[in-house]
């Protein structure tokens, strides 16, 4: 099969490496319409397979969360009467040994800081995996593992097994297949959507993490009642078929399938046109023709890239905050008057959802933001700051009525997740792409690494706090989140300023060239 549109990489020795690295479902299509697919049907792929993936690495990550009431019935809110706590027994039972005991939300919670320290570890090595081999097959080994290690927490519940250390290895290694997921979806995104609007498009695309959460809340809790061990299963089931997906139709850049930018795919050139950016990989064609000659970026010199620690320091304190409400949030809920009342478990959890909303608004205002300004340390600096005074409004003032809550969570949310999809996403295929690597591709998955990785611990760190502090005081916990934010936004004030400075320069350049305008014509 030929392509005119592939240019210097059309002779027969290259058409032969793409055919041994086109996807088989990529190739199916292709033989099914007899001809090849354009750029833009490559990049709608993309982002409907990464999409998938990311949201069912959450769905399956939600479960454990749906399944704790099952596993500790015993650990009722204190407003809970004896009828509802009867209801409960019922339904799920005296729970599960050993987490059915005294302390049985201690070895819950030593599970969550289990898996979130593996994956935040695990993380590291991934990126640093992923940007030498196919992310295609890493990603699917990373989804299968999944898969597999999130279903065997599920069989328990049928083998009888009551041995904690059997799911604290379960959760740990699923915690280590899990991290795989982000440094390679972003790397593949980043190598088909160049940098005008990439902000906005990952923005939008990262509203996987919130549709994740709710999917797999709501499936986690809908087998509950059949056991809660196919809570676990049939998630883990779910993204085994959504990584085969990912073997079969992920194309993981454009040369790997033939196509570039600069044709259409199906044989014609293009005009390129003002904006055509979007539509171009991130490298020219040379470069990715040189790829396979291209030396891996090592662990510390992708470190010392320009911008990375300050954007990895800063997220560490920014999903400290995001995590501290993702395992909190229902908690504080129902264990806060609202009006003066108190709301159920499952209210209370339907209610924190409208934290991922704000969330989901936030990533997308602040990658259109600032893919406007050009200025993402700004953008994302401003919003932590701005997070400050929304975390002090919904403590103080979030219990008065139930519409002031939804609002401040609404807000909360929003200025909380926004920076952190932010950084997460456009800034790190930035950076990834960082003109001091000279073209060099293979740095991405590992810059993505090590930004969510450092983020990943703050994340661990922020939950097993909360969980100390809150025993005495809530209104402390917020305190903790207020400094979080402000000293996330500190670590950009270096990259705030330099970028300040670039817009006073190009501001001043811009003015000089309007007043010798007019002497130009004459």
Same mark, same amino acid.
């Given at each position: 099969?030929?392509?005119?549109?592939?240019?210097?990489?059309? +002779?027969?020795?290259?058409?032969? +490496?793409?055919?041994?690295?086109?996807?088989?479902?990529?190739?199916?299509?292709?033989?099914? /319409?007899?001809?090849?697919?354009?750029? /833009?049907?490559?990049?709608?792929?993309?982002?409907?397979?990464?999409?998938?993936?990311?949201?069912?690495?959450? @769905?399956?990550?939600?479960?454990?969360?749906?399944? $704790?009431?099952?596993?500790?019935?015993?650990?009722?809110?204190?407003?809970?009467?004896?009828q509802s706590i009867s209801l409960?027994?019922?339904?799920?039972?005296?729970?599960?040994?050993?987490?059915?005991?005294?302390?049985?939300?201690?070895?819950?919670?030593?599970?969550?800081?289990?898996?979130?320290?593996?994956?935040?570890?695990?993380?590291?090595?991934?990126?640093?995996?992923?940007?030498?081999?196919?992310?295609?097959?890493?990603?699917?080994?990373?989804?299968?593992?999944?898969?597999?290690?999130?279903?065997?927490?599920?069989?328990?519940?049928?083998? +009888?097994?009551?041995?904690?250390?059997?799911?604290?290895?379960?959760?740990?290694?699923?915690?280590?297949?899990?991290?795989?997921?982000?440094?390679?979806?972003?790397?593949?995104?980043?190598?088909?959507?160049?940098?005008?609007?990439?902000?906005?498009?990952?923005?939008?695309?990262?509203?996987?993490?919130?549709?994740?959460?709710?999917?797999?809340?709501?499936?986690?809790?809908?087998?509950?009642?059949?056991?809660?061990?196919?809570?676990?299963?049939?998630?883990?089931?779910?993204?085994?078929?959504?990584?085969?997906?990912?073997?079969?139709?992920?194309?993981?850049?454009?040369?790997?399938?033939?196509?570039?930018?600069?044709?259409?795919?199906?044989g014609d050139k293009s005009v390129? /046109?003002?904006?055509?950016?979007?539509?171009?990989?991130?490298?020219?064609? $040379?470069?990715?023709?040189?790829?396979?000659?291209?030396?891996?970026?090592?662990?510390?010199?992708?470190? $010392?890239?320009?911008?990375?620690?300050?954007?990895?320091?800063?997220?560490?304190?920014?999903?400290?905050?995001? &995590?501290?409400?993702?395992?909190?949030?229902?908690?504080?809920?129902?264990?806060? @008057?609202?009006?003066?009342? &108190?709301?159920?478990?499952?209210?209370?959890?339907?209610?924190?959802?409208?934290?991922?909303?704000?969330?989901?608004?936030?990533?997308?205002?602040?990658?259109?933001?600032?893919?406007?300004?050009?200025?993402?340390?700004?953008?994302?600096?401003?919003?932590?700051?701005?997070?400050?005074?929304?975390?002090?409004?919904?403590?103080?003032?979030?219990?008065?009525?139930?519409?002031?809550?939804?609002?401040?969570?609404?807000?909360?949310?929003?200025?909380?997740?926004?920076?952190?999809?932010?950084?997460?996403?456009?800034?790190?295929?930035?950076?990834?792409?960082?003109?001091?690597?000279?073209?060099?591709?293979?740095?991405?998955?590992?810059?993505? @690494?090590?930004?969510?990785?450092?983020?990943?611990?703050?994340?661990?760190?922020?939950?097993?706090?909360?969980?100390?502090?809150?025993?005495?005081?809530?209104?402390?916990?917020?305190?903790?989140?207020?400094?979080?934010?402000?000293?996330?936004?500190?670590?950009?004030t270096r990259l705030v300023v330099?970028?300040?400075?670039?817009?006073?320069?190009?501001?001043?350049?811009?003015?000089?060239?309007?007043?010798?305008?007019?002497?130009?014509?004459?």
């Open positions: 099969m030929t392509n005119s549109s592939m240019g210097s990489i059309s +002779n027969p020795e290259n058409e032969q +490496n793409i055919i041994k690295t086109k996807p088989q479902g990529i190739q199916f299509i292709e033989y099914t /319409k007899n001809s090849t697919l354009s750029y /833009k049907t490559h990049q709608s792929i993309v982002l409907i397979i990464t999409f998938l993936a990311y949201a069912s690495y959450h @769905a399956a990550r939600k479960t454990t969360s749906i399944i $704790k009431s099952s596993l500790d019935p015993q650990s009722q809110s204190p407003n809970d009467t004896l409960l027994s019922w339904l799920l039972g005296s729970g599960w040994a050993p987490f059915n005991g005294s302390n049985g939300t201690g070895l819950l919670g030593d599970l969550d800081l289990a898996f979130l320290f593996v994956y935040a570890i695990g993380m590291f090595f991934s990126g640093h995996i992923g940007d030498r081999m196919n992310l295609r097959v890493f990603l699917t080994i990373g989804m299968v593992g999944t898969g597999l290690f999130t279903s065997l927490f599920g069989v328990g519940y049928w083998a +009888n097994i009551h041995f904690f250390y059997y799911y604290l290895v379960v959760q740990m290694l699923a915690g280590l297949f899990q991290s795989t997921g982000w440094p390679s979806v972003v790397a593949v995104v980043g190598n088909w959507f160049g940098k005008s609007k990439r902000g906005l498009i990952m923005g939008i695309w990262n509203a996987h993490t919130s549709i994740g959460n709710i999917t797999g809340s709501l499936i986690a809790s809908y087998f509950l009642k059949y056991g809660w061990g196919w809570s676990m299963v049939v998630p883990g089931l779910m993204i085994t078929i959504v990584g085969l997906l990912v073997f079969l139709f992920l194309p993981v850049d454009p040369e790997s399938v033939g196509v570039d930018g600069d044709g259409d795919g199906d390129e /046109k003002i904006g055509a950016e979007v539509t171009k990989p991130l490298l020219s064609s $040379k470069a990715n023709i040189q790829k396979e000659k291209e030396s891996p970026v090592g662990f510390i010199e992708a470190w $010392k890239i320009p911008g990375v620690a300050p954007f990895a320091f800063c997220l560490f304190f920014a999903k400290l905050v995001a &995590y501290t409400f993702l395992y909190w949030l229902p908690f504080y809920i129902s264990h806060t @008057a609202i009006d003066g009342e &108190y709301l159920s478990d499952v209210a209370a959890g339907n209610l924190s959802t409208l934290f991922d909303v704000g969330g989901v608004v936030g990533g997308i205002l602040a990658g259109h933001i600032s893919d406007r300004l050009n200025a993402r340390a700004i953008t994302a600096a401003s919003f932590m700051y701005c997070a400050i005074p929304a975390l002090y409004f919904y403590r103080n003032y979030g219990h008065v009525s139930m519409t002031i809550n939804i609002i401040l969570m609404l807000i909360t949310g929003m200025f909380v997740n926004g920076p952190y999809a932010l950084i997460t996403t456009a800034v790190s295929t930035d950076l990834g792409t960082h003109r001091s690597l000279r073209g060099n591709s293979r740095a991405l998955a590992t810059v993505t @690494a090590i930004i969510d990785g450092t983020g990943s611990i703050g994340a661990a760190i922020g939950p097993l706090l909360t969980g100390y502090i809150s025993t005495r005081s809530w209104s402390a916990v917020f305190t903790m989140l207020m400094v979080a934010a402000f000293v996330a936004g500190l670590f950009l330099a970028e300040i400075a670039s817009k006073w320069e190009d501001s001043r350049r811009g003015s000089i060239s309007i007043r010798r305008s007019p002497l130009v014509e004459v």
